[in-house]
Each structure stands twice: as structure tokens, then as C-alpha cells.
């Protein structure tokens, strides 16, 4: 069977077509400090939260570009690295 290019950029090693997966540890924590986030609106807390938030999506994001399934996944972890750094240079 020949590797097309869809395949290469949107199949796993099982050869199954994957977008998207459960949340991952670091995903899970960046999801839980935003919505805090939303609730603790200033002080030090907000600051911590916002520090998790920003360490943990990195790490997710860090995480995909080099151990992503497919070359979609890591595209993805490469999008969101730039666009957290891009946010704090702001």
C-alpha cells in the first residue's frame, strides 16, 4: 500500500485518521486553570493560575510537536507554541 500525503499528515502508525484525542495531563491542567482563571479575576491566585495555564499548554503543545501521531497533530503543537509565545511578547 502506498503512503499518500493525506495519509502521512493525518493517519497514525495503526493507520487510523486521528484529529483530535482525549485530553492529555498537561491539557487537563491547562483547561482547569483557565476556568479558574474566569472565577479568581485578580490577585496572586490569578497570577499563579495564569502561570500554570501558560506552563501547562506549553507542555502540551511542546509535547505534540515532537511526539504528535501524525504530522497534523505536530502542526498543531507547532501553531500553539507560536501563537503562546506570540501572546506573551505582546
Do not use: C, H
Not at 502561570?51 to 510537536?65: K, N
Amino acid at each position: 500500500m502506498e503512503n499518500t500525503l493525506f495519509d502521512k499528515v493525518f493517519r497514525d502508525s495503526e493507520g487510523k485518521i486521528v484529529l483530535a484525542q482525549m485530553p492529555n495531563p498537561p491539557l487537563i491542567v491547562w483547561i482547569v486553570a483557565s476556568l479558574l482563571k474566569l472565577i479568581l479575576t485578580t490577585g496572586k491566585i490569578n497570577l499563579g493560575l495564569d502561570l500554570i495555564a501558560f506552563g501547562s499548554l506549553f507542555t502540551w503543545a511542546w509535547e505534540e510537536l515532537f511526539q504528535g501521531v501524525n504530522y497534523f497533530r505536530r502542526a498543531l503543537g507547532l501553531l500553539v507554541l507560536i501563537a503562546l509565545i506570540a501572546s506573551k511578547l505582546q
